[in-house]
């Protein structure tokens, strides 16, 4: 009796976890991770690039639950399986990576605005870490059972991760696929865009890890290029059932075209702009070439310290210990406290 209740309280099966009687769908678990993944990441370059650590998790709070809603919004105007009607159904599926990046970076600017903390900058250090969040997430279509491409007949190509076995039972999912003897084999798309985000993510990684040479944006930029290119090439070979075409349009086709084509006219101007300003495309000829001298953050009373990762961190002094921290809080509150000088007025 005790092991039957254990079983229905904890367990797994081919779609998900269940804890304390509640299924956690692996499609959230990669979500997630890739999330907790990308922030860290965007703090190590926030601190590498002369910025707030901190700020990170500000913005984490933010735009997170905001890319979600941009995310569901987007599947719910665009799927015409789905409808605005059902927007507050999660569960049952349909957030769209587009969606979610449109909604997150339009937060994180709102963010950067009130906190007075320059846009283009703290976007280098996020934005990029987005393809590797994508990467991770698209393992949760292969749990999903979601997001491939044709049949693939040659019986020598069937074998994952080129293919991977679909079953035509609803109620079978990705890992439950392989043991169905009815599966068919379909390209596995959603592995090619995974591997190929992850590449992205590698080179724009390094790239911004290494570059400090104004202007800020180009990182940013970039990552819309990459990742409009990616979502050109592979949504028109997806399955017809994963397409968003609302009203026959092609929506996340439409909107990948976009983001390449603004990308790269968004480099031309950051670069003009740099000219205009500097007399030079990149860095500079009148002035400072880096465009990460400044320390900066969007806390008052947040003082830069020295770091091995900050590419400027030998122009701080040693991170304050313990001790030296807690006589400064003793020092702020003893001047709270301290009676104010009325020069005898009464």
Same mark, same amino acid.
């Given at each position: 009796?005790?092991?039957?209740?254990?079983?229905?309280?904890?367990?797994?099966?081919?779609?998900?976890?269940?804890?304390?009687?509640?299924?956690?769908?692996?499609?959230?678990?990669?979500?997630?991770?890739?999330?907790?993944?990308?922030?860290?990441?965007?703090?190590?370059?926030?601190?590498?690039?002369?910025?707030?650590? %901190?700020?990170?998790?500000?913005?984490?709070?933010?735009?997170?639950?905001?890319?979600?809603?941009?995310?569901?919004?987007?599947?719910?105007?665009?799927?015409?399986?789905?409808?605005?009607?059902?927007?507050?159904?999660?569960?049952?599926?349909?957030?769209?990576?587009?969606?979610?990046?449109?909604?997150?970076?339009?937060?994180?600017?709102?963010?950067?605005?009130?906190?007075?903390?320059?846009?283009?900058?703290?976007?280098? #250090?996020? !934005?990029?870490?987005?393809?590797?969040?994508?990467?991770?997430?698209?393992?949760?279509?292969?749990?999903?059972?979601?997001?491939?491409?044709?049949?693939?007949?040659?019986?020598?190509?069937?074998?994952?991760?080129?293919?991977?076995?679909?079953?035509?039972?609803?109620?079978?999912?990705?890992?439950?696929?392989?043991? %169905?003897?009815?599966?068919?084999?379909?390209?596995?798309?959603?592995?090619?865009?995974?591997?190929?985000?992850?590449?992205?993510?590698?080179?724009?990684?390094?790239?911004?890890?290494?570059?400090?040479?104004?202007?800020?944006?180009?990182?940013? #930029?970039?990552?819309?290029?990459?990742?409009?290119?990616?979502?050109?090439?592979?949504?028109?070979?997806?399955?017809?059932?994963?397409?968003?075409?609302?009203?026959?349009?092609?929506?996340?086709?439409?909107?990948?075209?976009?983001? !390449?084509?603004?990308?790269?006219?968004?480099?031309? !101007?950051?670069?003009?702009?740099?000219?205009? @300003?500097?007399?030079?495309?990149?860095?500079?000829?009148?002035?400072?070439?880096?465009?990460?001298?400044?320390?900066?953050?969007?806390?008052? %009373?947040?003082?830069?310290?020295?770091?091995?990762?900050?590419?400027?961190? %030998?122009?701080?002094?040693? @991170?304050?210990?313990?001790?030296?921290?807690?006589?400064? @809080?003793?020092?702020?509150?003893?001047? @709270?406290?301290?009676?104010?000088?009325?020069?005898?007025?009464?």
């Amino acid at each position: 009796m005790t092991s039957s209740l254990l079983a229905v309280e904890f367990g797994a099966n081919e779609r998900g976890i269940i804890l304390f009687g509640f299924e956690i769908y692996y499609y959230a678990i990669c979500i997630v991770c890739g999330m907790i993944l990308a922030a860290v990441l965007s703090a190590l370059l926030m601190k590498r690039r002369n910025m707030s650590v %901190d700020f990170i998790f500000l913005l984490f709070v933010v735009c997170i639950p905001t890319a979600i809603i941009g995310a569901r919004l987007f599947s719910c105007l665009t799927d015409p399986n789905l409808g605005i009607g059902r927007f507050f159904d999660f569960r049952d599926g349909g957030l769209s990576i587009t969606g979610g990046v449109i909604g997150g970076v339009l937060a994180g600017f709102v963010v950067c605005l009130i906190k007075k903390v320059n846009f283009l900058r703290a976007a280098d #250090c996020v !934005v990029i870490n987005i393809l590797i969040a994508q990467s991770l997430g698209r393992w949760g279509n292969f749990f999903n059972a979601e997001v491939y491409g044709g049949v693939v007949e040659n019986p020598s190509l069937q074998w994952f991760p080129f293919a991977v076995p679909i079953s035509p039972d609803p109620y079978t999912y990705g890992i439950g696929s392989f043991s %169905d003897p009815s599966s068919t084999w379909h390209y596995a798309f959603f592995f090619y865009e995974s591997v190929i985000n992850l590449i992205g993510w590698a080179i724009l990684f390094t790239f911004t890890w290494f570059r400090k040479s104004k202007p800020n944006g180009i990182s940013t #930029c970039l990552y819309f290029v990459w990742y409009g290119t990616v979502r050109s090439i592979m949504e028109p070979l997806r399955d017809p059932e994963f397409i968003l075409n609302a009203g026959g349009v092609p929506w996340s086709l439409v909107f990948s075209l976009l983001m !390449v084509g603004l990308g790269i006219c968004a480099i031309l !101007v950051l670069m003009i702009l740099n000219f205009r @300003k500097e007399k030079a495309f990149i860095g500079s000829r009148v002035g400072d070439p880096c465009a990460i001298t400044e320390y900066m953050t969007p806390y008052k %009373d947040d003082k830069p310290y020295y770091s091995k990762i900050n590419m400027f961190g %030998d122009k701080y002094p040693p @991170k304050p210990t313990k001790e030296e921290l807690k006589r400064e @809080k003793e020092r702020r509150e003893a001047e @709270k406290h301290k009676p104010r000088d009325d020069g005898g007025r009464q």
